[in-house]
Nanobody
Framework: QVQLVESGGGSVQAGGSLRLSCTAS????????MAWFRQAAGKEREGVAT????????WSADSMKGRFAISQDKSKAMVHLQMNALKPEDTGTYYC?????????????????WGQGTQVTVSS
């Protein structure tokens, strides 16, 4: 079992920045990849970025490339999402996910464990 706890969400004006963090605990040795997803009200959950623990390889959604960056601190079993130039359409609940089990690296069914989510609200 892996437990994930997100932090760093909040409210910001358009153009601002936020840094989300996610800490994994439990069977962290099983964590091969960690990812961020987001879900806006009334919409499906979408992949934001994924990082592979072993070699730092990353995958990012095209719509967020250049604005969002995923990174990890292996020693602390943490993953971060730096979000810059935020837009109102970035508003939603951001979820951390871990333990990739096959499929698309930005696909929700590909990940086994999920955090509770942290809210990000961007006002215009």
């Amino acid at each position: 079992q892996v437990q994930l706890v997100e932090s760093g969400g909040g409210s910001v004006q358009a153009g601002g920045s936020l840094r989300l963090s996610c800490t994994a605990s439990g069977d962290t040795a099983s964590v091969n990849s960690m990812a961020w997803f987001r879900q806006a009200a009334g919409k499906e959950r979408e992949g934001v970025a994924t990082i592979r623990v072993g070699d730092d390889m990353t995958w990012s959604a095209d719509s967020m490339k250049g604005r969002f960056a995923i990174s990890q601190d292996k020693s602390k079993a943490m993953v971060h999402l730096q979000m810059n130039a935020l837009k109102p359409e970035d508003t939603g609940t951001y979820y951390c996910a871990a333990v990739y089990r096959g499929g698309g690296f930005l696909s929700a069914p590909s990940f086994r464990y999920w955090g509770q989510g942290t809210q990000v609200t961007v006002s215009s």
